[in-house]
């Protein structure tokens, strides 16, 4: 329960930070990105994440995504939390 409440307030703050990352990220839809070559749950989240802990938004994307791990792929589609 309080990993979830974690992950909602970890995706407030995401969210609120999108609109400011200037273009770093692909979107593919509101909540999501496309992996781009080089790309890691790491980069992303932390393009994503603002100001957050990057580390609340990797746990965060990993478990939007059911990812065992950190490795993606170009052109996969990960959710943001």
């Known amino acids: 329960m309080l990993a979830a409440a974690a992950c909602v307030g970890a995706g ?3 969210l609120e930070a999108l609109p ?3 273009g ?3 979107l593919a839809g509101g909540q999501s990105v496309v992996v781009q070559p ?3 749950v790491w980069s992303i989240a932390r393009s994503a994440g ?3 802990d990057v580390r609340t938004v990797v ?3 990993q478990l939007l995504n059911g990812l065992d791990g950190g ?3 170009p052109g996969q589609v990960l959710h943001l939390p």
Do not use: E, K, Q
Request: charged residues 20%; glycine residues 20%; neutral net charge.
């Open 20 to 22: 400011g990352s200037g």
């Open 12 to 14: 407030a703050l995401v």
């Open 50 to 52: 603002g100001s957050s």
């Open 71 to 73: 490795r993606v792929v």
């Open 38 to 40: 080089g790309d890691t």
């Open 59 to 61: 746990d965060a994307i």
């Open 24 to 26: 770093a990220l692909r």
